[in-house]
């Protein structure tokens, strides 16, 4: 069962879902977190297999048969070339989510998300036509456009910064356009285009259609991201490279804070986790909160060279400090401040006794390029800028691992990011195929064929200006509705 992190009111999973934001604008959390206990045998598990495990705990109204329509859309199809691949050295490794249609770790959960709404439709007999609203910085915006459009009784907006994504990011998500499928660059930051869509589900009511969310805000999206870091441990157990048993570092690049969270409930569920490490780019606000106790997004917004992570609000952090006090009211209280004032403030020991193996760092655009660099000179690995943060601060807190194991999560195909990728490897920075082209050349890093028909079947985009962004996303939902 299911309640708002703001009220106490129980709903059913299917319900959770359907709702993505709860009515008291409060975000759905499980009411117990379960308990998954591994064994050894289980590290021969197929990734289908722990799905399966992970979301019967979750799924709770769901059937076994239901479970097994989700999990079949991990398939070859949507994923050719596997679901994740594990490359490192001897204490440490990089978990590539990159293996989707998008190329993005959002793949993980916005392949399934469809599916687990069409069956939580079907269990509430629902017959409206669903719309899917949902903000990006990013590879969230092209990951639903892949998952959602292919269904074409769906109809999917998403905003996304203007001059806020890379070149392919962008390709990725204009390239979806049709007649169901839009997308609208607004010019602002990511954080108003989260805002925009949150006012659109508090303020704004359809009668013909379900407005959903595929955000990390929807419970939906979480749930898919638990099941990969219970999949890297067993192929960290089968690999050799732990014992079974043994406690891994996890080391993650975040933004929205959706992915660490998922870590954080993996570990909470009986996964064996060491320190969880958040790491942050120049938009640091989360590191200093989780130094300091102050979430303080009055400062300036920066556009970094890792913009999947250029945020300032984090809306999945509302379901962390649940988790730390399990307190409705003092979330509503917490909550409150934020919308007010953009600032709140807690006592640090009450983060560091709740979550006393959270650390935090951050890098910035030099260190990360440096980063990049320097993984490819000597290990000949090569990273994304995302994942490159999470490297540069898993390496300054080296000392705080207690010589455990560590799992560099890696977000996205450094190909995304041509770019800072050319200026790391030294290559001469000119249009986006020949840049990735260079990278090849240099590398014989994997090019998946997906990204050249992204850069070729682009549309051009539509740019709406932040004061008329509202309204513009109301009529277009007005006329879905009509």
Do not use: W
């Amino acid at each position: 069962m299911y309640h708002s992190t703001r009220g106490k009111d129980l709903i059913k999973a299917s319900q959770a879902i359907l709702a993505g934001l709860a009515s008291d604008n409060g975000l759905y959390v499980v009411d117990n977190i379960p308990t998954l206990t591994l064994s050894q045998s289980d590290a021969t598990l197929s990734y289908q297999e722990i799905a399966k495990r992970v979301f019967k705990l979750y799924l709770d109204d769901f059937t076994e048969e239901e479970i097994d329509e989700i999990v079949s859309l991990y398939n070859e199809e949507a994923f050719p070339y596997g679901f994740s691949e594990i490359k490192g050295t001897t204490d440490y490794s990089f978990l590539y989510l990159t293996k989707g249609p998008t190329f993005a770790f959002k793949d993980m959960a916005l392949q399934v998300l469809p599916k687990m709404i069409e069956i939580a439709k079907r269990k509430n007999n629902d017959s409206r036509k669903t719309v899917v609203l949902t903000a990006t910085s990013g590879d969230t915006g092209s990951a639903a456009l892949a998952g959602f459009s292919r269904n074409k009784s769906n109809n999917i907006l998403v905003l996304y910064p203007n001059n806020g994504c890379s070149e392919v990011q962008e390709s990725q998500i204009l390239s979806f356009s049709n007649n169901n499928a839009k997308a609208l660059a607004i010019d602002g930051n990511f954080d108003d285009c989260q805002r925009i869509v949150k006012d659109i589900f508090a303020h704004e009511k359809f009668a013909n259609i379900d407005l959903i969310s595929a955000n990390s805000i929807n419970i939906g999206r979480l749930i898919p991201q638990i099941v990969y870091y219970y999949a890297a441990y067993l192929k960290l157990v089968d690999d050799d490279l732990i014992l079974f048993g043994e406690r891994i570092n996890v080391s993650v690049p975040t933004g929205n804070f959706g992915n660490i969270l998922a870590a954080i409930i993996a570990s909470k569920m009986g996964l064996p986790v060491n320190k969880i490490c958040l790491c942050a780019n120049e938009n640091n606000v989360l590191t200093d909160f989780i130094n300091t106790g102050v979430y303080d997004a009055n400062r300036q917004f920066k556009t970094t060279n890792s913009p999947s992570m250029d945020i300032l609000i984090s809306s999945n952090l509302e379901r962390f400090l649940y988790l730390m006090y399990e307190d409705t009211n003092k979330i509503k209280e917490i909550e409150l401040s934020l919308e007010k004032n953009r600032k709140f403030s807690i006592p640090l020991e009450d983060l560091k006794k709740k979550f006393p193996n959270l650390i935090s760092g951050y890098a910035t655009e030099e260190e990360t390029v440096k980063t990049i660099s320097d993984l490819y000179k000597h290990n000949k690995i090569l990273i994304d800028p995302h994942t490159a943060v999470a490297a540069k601060v898993s390496y300054d807190h080296k000392e705080l691992s207690d010589n455990c194991y560590t799992l560099i999560v890696a977000t996205a195909s450094p190909y995304k990011f041509s770019k800072t990728i050319c200026q790391a490897l030294n290559i001469d920075v000119k249009d986006e195929k020949t840049n990735i082209e260079a990278i090849y050349r240099k590398t014989g890093a994997k090019i998946d064929n997906r990204l050249y028909q992204y850069l070729l079947n682009s549309h051009k985009k539509t740019v709406v200006s932040l004061d008329k962004a509202y309204d513009t996303v109301k009529d277009i939902l007005g006329k879905i509705n009509d």
